[in-house]
Structures are given as structure tokens and as C-alpha cells.
């Protein structure tokens, strides 16, 4: 595309209208689709910088506290992203077939399932919040600082799934630019009020970690808020109605076993995840809160990844509901070489220039060495991961949610929990044996991947 051309569909994307991406060029479809979800994720990855950077400013055990929790939390955002997953899958494929009406109930019966399981899971974390944090092997002065974090961040998860499960809808719909301004209301309050609460100002006396639970749930808030606005003003294709506002079981039957998939596979990688914070906590706070922060920057950098493979998601679904499954799959090849080549840049800075990145988030030494460790070694499995997550996605949208948690399954437990293990505790590598693990099986994934979606079963799912 001209220069011109492409700055002009730039503020077009932006600007957001619904429109039929079953049609025309699949470059100006992903270009469209992609740009909104991009931004996105570009304030999504912000907030998880600017979080920690305050946080990190309160002590090592306030960003240790967060990595536990967000580790916990991660398996309240499964289930969430489960069940966006479904209804991007169900709902994309019902706009191909130009069905909007069906659509529309789809998207309520998603809301009534997020919104069942998150207040579940809440009643549960409120109760047991310093019991989860001694669970994680967090010590007595971890859980004394960061239990009220914790407490607030878990028992206020429907706020979170109501964001994923809204902003699903509105990506499906081929609308990204809601979900868009969504996350750039609720992230961008969230980085205004992070110090105000963390730290203090005028009458707001500062709570440490804890005011970075109140400045998220207030942020997240607003902009489920805005979400709802949009869905009842008439500003989507989406419509709530009074006769949808009731449950339908057929439809949620449906959507269950495509959410269960979905969240399958994240449930896997999040309790992979889990135990591998587990395995790093035995090398002391100093590992955990290095590896957070530079967990933290790899998601700065890999969310805009993640919002091109959510454009091909949504993309592969509106075109298998019009019955093209071969620019589902062009869409696909397009929008996973276009990741490779970004996130290959990203890796080559991150392995030049990793210690003066991290140096900007922490003064303390042991912990700049162990987040420049962290940040280098899993820098060499980004190219495997562009392709991994794109293709994954591409599953998803489809409503093939079994195929990634499958291979979620193989690669992570089978494989990445005993070797990490094995690598780090048994043969002497420390935290250096978890992150080549994680490399290697990053790299196994990829391929398998790849040789599965050649296949080609996928175009034949019916949601």
C-alpha cells in the first residue's frame, strides 16, 4: 500500500466502523482489523509496565506479590478468555452468514456465563486470599504486605470478565475500535491513579500494593462502564433486547464446549505457568521479582503480537461463516509471517539492550541480573511464538479450541514442568534452566502447530 493510502485506512481503523471483511483485499482486512486490536494490546502491555514501575518502587515483595497473584489471576482470565474465545468464534461466524440477529443473542448468552462463573471464583478468593499466597510458598512478610492486594484483585475478577467477554464480542462483530477505546479508558486511569494510591497525594494517603489493586479495579470499571454504554446506546451491531436478557441453553450448551476448550488451553499454560513460579520462588525474592519484571516486558512487547493474531481469529471465523475457508487460510500464512518479522526485531533488542531496559524498573543489582537473564534467553523463542500464537488463534476462531489445548497439554505438562524442573533443581542451572525451557518447548509448540494447521480439519468445525 502508498504511503498515503495506508495512513488514510490508519485513521479509518481507528476511527472504527463495522464492515464486511469477507470481501476485498485480505491486506486492507488485516490492516483494518489488526491496526484497533494492535493499539490495544499497545496500552494493555503499558499498563503491565507502568504497574510494576511504580510497584517496584514499594519494595520486592510488593512486585513479588503481584507476579504470585497475576499467576493466580491468570486462571480467572482462562475461563474469561475462554468464553470470549467462544463467542469471537460463534459470533464472527454468525455476521459471515449475515445473521446478526443470532449474533446478538450469542453475545448475551456469553455475558450471562462470564458473569456466573467470575462472582463463583470471587466468593472464593475473598475468603482464602492469605491461604492462596502460603500456598504459592510466599513467606510471612509477603503475605502480611500483599494479602489486601490479593484479596481485592481476586474477589473483583467479574470486572475482568466482563472487559475480555465485551471486548470479544465487539472484535467479532468486526468492530475492534470499541474494544480499543475500552482498554485505553480503563488502562489509561489506571496509570493516572497507580501512584495516587500507591504512593499519596494531598488527603489520599498512600496504601503501598494495595492501592495499585483499588487504581486497576476502578480503571477496568470505568471502562466496563463504557462497554455497556455501547451496547445499549445502539452503537454496535451488537443489540441488546429485552426478549435476549434471558437465559438460552441451547446456545449456552454450545458455547460451553467451545468455551471449555478455550479456557482449557490457557487453564494449562496458566497452572504450567504457576508451577514454574513455584520452582523460581526456591532461588529466593529477588529470582521472582526479576522474573516478573521481566515477564513484564516481554508482555510490553508481545501484546501488539497478540492483537494481529486476534485479527486473524476473528477474520477466520467471518470467512469460514461465508464459506471462503481457503482467505481464512491465506489470512492466516499473511498475518504469522507479519508477526515473525516483528517480534524478530523485538528479540534483537531485547538481547542488546536488555540491561539498560531493565535498569529503568529496579536499582537493586540482583534483581537487574536476573530480569536481564530472564529477558535474553526467552528473547531467542520469539520468532517460534509469532507463529505459535497466530496459528493458535486461528484455531480459536474457527471454534477448534481443542487442537491448542491438546498441544497446550503435551508441551507444557508433559514436557516443560518435569524438564524444567529437572533443569533448574536437579541438574544445577537455577532460574537459567527454567527460561531455556521455556525456549525449547515455545520452538516444539510452534512446529506442531504449524503441522497440524496444514492439515486443514479446522475448516470443517461447526459452531
Not at 259 to 269: E, K, M, T, W
Not at 394 to 419: H, K, R
Amino acid at each position: 500500500m502508498r504511503l498515503q493510502e495506508t495512513i488514510k485506512l490508519f485513521f479509518k481503523a481507528v476511527k472504527g466502523e463495522e464492515m464486511d471483511y469477507t470481501k476485498g483485499t485480505l491486506k486492507r482486512a488485516l490492516f483494518l482489523l489488526s491496526i484497533p486490536m494492535i493499539l490495544e494490546m499497545i496500552m494493555e502491555s503499558l499498563f503491565a509496565i507502568v504497574d510494576v514501575f511504580f510497584v517496584a518502587k514499594v519494595s520486592n515483595n510488593a512486585v513479588a506479590t503481584i507476579g504470585i497473584t497475576e499467576g493466580l489471576l491468570m486462571l480467572v482470565e482462562s475461563v474469561a478468555i475462554g468464553i470470549a474465545m467462544a463467542a469471537t468464534a460463534m459470533v464472527s461466524r454468525r455476521v459471515g452468514e449475515k445473521n446478526t440477529k443470532e449474533a446478538s443473542k450469542v453475545a448475551v448468552q456469553a455475558v450471562f456465563l462470564g458473569v456466573v462463573v467470575s462472582l463463583i471464583t470471587g466468593v472464593l478468593a475473598f475468603h482464602y486470599a492469605e491461604e492462596i499466597l502460603q500456598l504459592m510458598g510466599a513467606d510471612a512478610d509477603l503475605v502480611a504486605e500483599g494479602k489486601t492486594y490479593t484479596r481485592i484483585i481476586l474477589s473483583m475478577n467479574f470486572i475482568l470478565m466482563l472487559l475480555f467477554v465485551f471486548n470479544g464480542i465487539f472484535r467479532a462483530a468486526g468492530n475492534p475500535a470499541i474494544a480499543m477505546r475500552t482498554l485505553w479508558l480503563s488502562n489509561g486511569l489506571n496509570i493516572i491513579l497507580d501512584p495516587i494510591f500507591i504512593f499519596g497525594i494531598g488527603p489520599i494517603t498512600g496504601m503501598g500494593v494495595t492501592g495499585a489493586a483499588v487504581a486497576t479495579c476502578i480503571g477496568r470499571g470505568s471502562g466496563v462502564m463504557y462497554q455497556l454504554y455501547v451496547l445499549f446506546s445502539g452503537g454496535s451491531l451488537i443489540k441488546v433486547y429485552k426478549e435476549y436478557l434471558r437465559p438460552h441453553y441451547g446456545i449456552m450448551q454450545r458455547m460451553g464446549r467451545v468455551a471449555a476448550g478455550g479456557a482449557g488451553q490457557f487453564l494449562i499454560s496458566t497452572a504450567s505457568w504457576i508451577f514454574l513460579i513455584k520452582i523460581l520462588a526456591e532461588f529466593g525474592s529477588s529470582v521472582l521479582a526479576g522474573y516478573t519484571i521481566g515477564l513484564r516486558i516481554i508482555i510490553f512487547s508481545i501484546l501488539p503480537s497478540w492483537g494481529l493474531a486476534m485479527a486473524t481469529a476473528t477474520l477466520v471465523g467471518q470467512n469460514l461463516g461465508a464459506k471462503q475457508p481457503d482467505r481464512a487460510e491465506r489470512t492466516v500464512w499473511m498475518a504469522s509471517k507479519y508477526n515473525a518479522l516483528f517480534l524478530l526485531i523485538v528479540s534483537g533488542i531485547f538481547i542488546f539492550f536488555s540491561h539498560p531496559i531493565v535498569s529503568l524498573f529496579t536499582a537493586d543489582p540482583a534483581v537487574i541480573a536476573e530480569a536481564t537473564l530472564c529477558l535474553v534467553i526467552l528473547s531467542f523463542g520469539y520468532v517460534f511464538f509469532a507463529y505459535q500464537m497466530t496459528i493458535n488463534q486461528a484455531f480459536n476462531g474457527a471454534g477448534d479450541t481443542y487442537t491448542p489445548t491438546v498441544i497446550s497439554f503435551v508441551v507444557m505438562w508433559l514436557i516443560q514442568i518435569p524438564v524444567a524442573y529437572l533443569l533448574a533443581l536437579k541438574l544445577g542451572y537455577g532460574s537459567k534452566g527454567v527460561y531455556l525451557t521455556i525456549v525449547l518447548c515455545n520452538a516444539l509448540a510452534s512446529m506442531i502447530s504449524v503441522y497440524l494447521f496444514r492439515r486443514g480439519t479446522w475448516k470443517t468445525m461447526v459452531v
